[in-house]
C-alpha cells in the first residue's frame, strides 16, 4: 500500500512537472479541388486548424513541396481552443494532369505540428501555333523541332520517325529539303506544296538491308527552303546501325564488358611524344564477339578496331593513343563510339580527356 501512494505522489509531481504543448488540428487536413482548368489560374482553399494543446502556438513556417503551392498564415500567438487560417493556393500554369502537393507547418519551436495536402487534376489549355511548332523555319513555315533521333538500327528491320510541321501564313508555299549529309540510307516523305494553315509531318526511314549491313552512325542532315529561301534551318535524323535482333533469347549470346568507361590523360605538354593508355574488352558471353565498329572524333586514335573477335571466357587488351602535338591548347575531351554484336548492349561510350599544355 506504501509502495502504491509513492508510486501516485511520483507521477503527480512528473505530471505537475511535465512541460504544456500546443496541438494544431484540422478536421478536414485534406483538399480536393478537383478538375480544374489551366486557363482559369490559380485557385485557392483556407484550411481551418485548432489550437487544441494547453498553451499557446505561433506557426512558424509551412514547407511546400512545390513553388507552385503557396501557403498565407498568421504569426500570431494561437491561444489554446482558437483556430487559426492557412490559405493554400495552387498554379496550375504549365502542370497538366493530376497532382498532389503535401504542406508541412512548423511551430515557433521548429517541431512539425500538422501536415496539409492539397490535389486536383488540371485541364489542360489550348496551346499555340508556337508552342506546338517552336521552330520558324522562315516563310511561314514552322516545325516541332529538327532532331528526330533514333536508337538502334537493327539490320534488315525498318525504322520510322516523323517531324510534325504547320503552314501558318495565308498563302500555300513550296517546301524543298536539300541533303547536306547523306548516309544514303534515308528515305524522307514531305509534301512539294503546303497549303495555308495545312498541317501534317515530315517522315523519315531507314532500312538497313540484311546483305549489305551497316554498323555505327547512321546521320542525315536536310536544309529547309521555303519558296527556294533558307533561313538556315536544318533537319537532322540518325541513329546506330547494329544486328539484327536474336530470334531466340535462349541461344548462345555474347555479352562484352569494359574495363574503363572513361580514361584520363591529365596534363599532357604539347611537346611531348604519343602518350597510350589501355582498357580490357572481355566477352563474357557465350558466343564469339564480334568488333563491328569503332568510331572517333580524330582527337586520338585506338588499337580496337572492326573486325577483331573475341571467343567465349576471353579478353583483349586495347590501347588508346593520344598525340599532344597534334592538338590545341586547353581542354581536350573526346567519345569513342563501340559497337558490336553483343545482343543486349551494342553500343558502349568510352570518354577520353587531357589537359593539354604549353
Avoid at 503557396?70 to 504549365?94: M, Q, W
Avoid at 505540428?113 to 488540371?122: C, D, H, S
Avoid at 514531305?190 to 515530315?202: L, N, V, Y
Amino acid at each position: 500500500m506504501a509502495k502504491q501512494i509513492i508510486i501516485l505522489i511520483l507521477l503527480t509531481l512528473y505530471g505537475l512537472q511535465a512541460p504544456a504543448q500546443g496541438s494544431l488540428a484540422f478536421d478536414t487536413p485534406r483538399w480536393d479541388f478537383g478538375t480544374i482548368q489551366e486557363l482559369d489560374g490559380p485557385v485557392s482553399h483556407t484550411f481551418t486548424g485548432e489550437n487544441r494543446g494547453d498553451k499557446p502556438l505561433v506557426i512558424l513556417d509551412v514547407v511546400t513541396s512545390c513553388g507552385c503551392t503557396v501557403p498565407r498564415f498568421s504569426k500570431r500567438p494561437i491561444l489554446p481552443g482558437e483556430k487559426t487560417e492557412i490559405t493554400v493556393t495552387y498554379d496550375p500554369a504549365n502542370r497538366p494532369g493530376v497532382f498532389s502537393k503535401e504542406l508541412t507547418v512548423y511551430s515557433s519551436e521548429r517541431k512539425k505540428i500538422a501536415a496539409l495536402t492539397v490535389q486536383g487534376r488540371v485541364t489542360p489549355r489550348p496551346k499555340s501555333i508556337e508552342e506546338l511548332y517552336p521552330v520558324d523555319a522562315g516563310g511561314g513555315l514552322r516545325l516541332a523541332s529538327t532532331l528526330n533521333a533514333f536508337a538502334y538500327i537493327h539490320v534488315g528491320e525498318p525504322v520510322q520517325g516523323a517531324i510534325g510541321y504547320v503552314n501558318d501564313s495565308d498563302r500555300p508555299i513550296r517546301l524543298t529539303l536539300r541533303p547536306l549529309t547523306a548516309s544514303g540510307l534515308l528515305r524522307t516523305e514531305a509534301p512539294a506544296t503546303i497549303a495555308p494553315r495545312e498541317r501534317g509531318s515530315i517522315n523519315f526511314s531507314y532500312l538497313i538491308p540484311a546483305d549489305r549491313p551497316r554498323y555505327g552512325t547512321l546521320r542525315d542532315a536536310l536544309e529547309v527552303a521555303v519558296d527556294g529561301r533558307s533561313n538556315g534551318t536544318t533537319l537532322v535524323t540518325h541513329g546506330i546501325g547494329v544486328d539484327p535482333r536474336p530470334e531466340n533469347d535462349e541461344k548462345a549470346s555474347p555479352r562484352g564488358e569494359y574495363s574503363e568507361n572513361i580514361l584520363k590523360f591529365g596534363p599532357v605538354k604539347q611537346r611531348e611524344s604519343i602518350r597510350k593508355l589501355g582498357f580490357t574488352l572481355s566477352n563474357t558471353g557465350t558466343a564469339e564477339l564480334i568488333v563491328r565498329a569503332v568510331e572517333g572524333e580524330g582527337h586520338v586514335a585506338t588499337t580496337l578496331a572492326p573486325g577483331i573477335r573475341i571467343a567465349p571466357g576471353d579478353s583483349l587488351r586495347a590501347e588508346v593513343l593520344l598525340n599532344p602535338r597534334d592538338q590545341e591548347f586547353g581542354v581536350l575531351s573526346e567519345h569513342l563510339v563501340v559497337v558490336t554484336n553483343d545482343p543486349i548492349r551494342p553500343m558502349r561510350r568510352i570518354r577520353v580527356t587531357a589537359i593539354i599544355e604549353e
